[in-house]
């Protein structure tokens, strides 16, 4: 299942990376109205937005499937113009300014690329990046080396078995040493500032150890058995508090034993935190962590919730 954002929700997400909303929550006229879902979002240092998802045309150009925009809303006439044939799921900028693109496409341009393509600063195709997967995938994060860590519901990665996570190195070659192997998909990924990375979706097993919907590994990709919560449900997004805290979203009622819906924090060490309780009666898509501590999320139903 592949999570839509609404353009509502592309405006907060805004209001989070850039001010581009005003602190009342009011559209200050951004507003590059695509014809259609956006499911991907990653902001620049530059301050300009990629966008990714189903559309053909947004802000009045015609962009199938990835754009970028100026802070105004604008496109970015200087991105090029690249028509991938299926949705993107999730982007992710390496050091040298590189952009993974990962998803349900085939092709990207002229170019066969099989759910994860590499695109240099200007948005043309990097050539020599192609590793390929035989399915969906949802989630790529950077590592601090430049690995690339792509989560999803494949099985095949560069012709090599790796179910639902794998690993590959800054020019895509597959790591073999990572195989961690979750028994479903994986749906989210996030990087701790320690290193250690955080996954969540639809497994119960990841390194032939019970771990339900959500489990950590260390760097190496090694399960990290001190962290041991369990979810009756599917993770489908994570993201982390300054205090390192985590918070964990999304279709479930129970986390580690807690009756919670939605959303979840987590302490350090796995446990639920029980001084939180957000109380949202619907699913949770997304959500984003600001640096003041708020966070915004988004609900099944595409409602938008600012939590303090």
Partial sequence: MTIWISR?????????????????????GFNPAPNDDVSALA??????????????????QS?????????????????????????????????????IIVGEFTQVGASTRNRIARLNADGSLDAGFNPGANAAIFSVVVQAD????????????????????????ANGAMLI???????GSVRALHIQADGKLLLGGQFTVVNGEAHDGIARLQASGQIDSAFGTSVQGTVLD????????????GVFSQIGGVMRTGIARLNLGGTVDLGFNANVNDSVARLVVQTDGKCVLQARMLTIYALH
């Fill in 8 to 28: 509502f929700f592309l405006f907060s997400l805004l209001f989070l990376s850039t001010s581009l909303v005003s602190a009342q929550g009011v559209n200050d």
């Fill in 43 to 60: 902001l620049q240092p530059d301050g300009k937005l990629l966008v990714g998802g189903s559309f053909s045309n947004i802000a009045g």
């Fill in 63 to 99: 962009r199938v499937r990835l754009a970028r925009l100026l802070s105004d809303g604008s496109v970015d006439l200087a991105f090029a113009n690249l028509i991938v044939n299926a949705p993107i799921n999730a982007f992710a900028r390496q050091s040298d300014g590189r952009i």
């Fill in 146 to 169: 430049d690995s690339v860590v792509i989560g999803g519901e494949f099985s095949i990665v560069s012709g090599t078995a790796r179910p639902n996570l794998a690993r590959l190195g």
């Fill in 177 to 183: 040493s990572f195989n961690p192997a979750p028994n």
């Fill in 238 to 249: 994570l993201d982390q508090q300054l205090d390192g805290k985590l918070l964990v979203a």
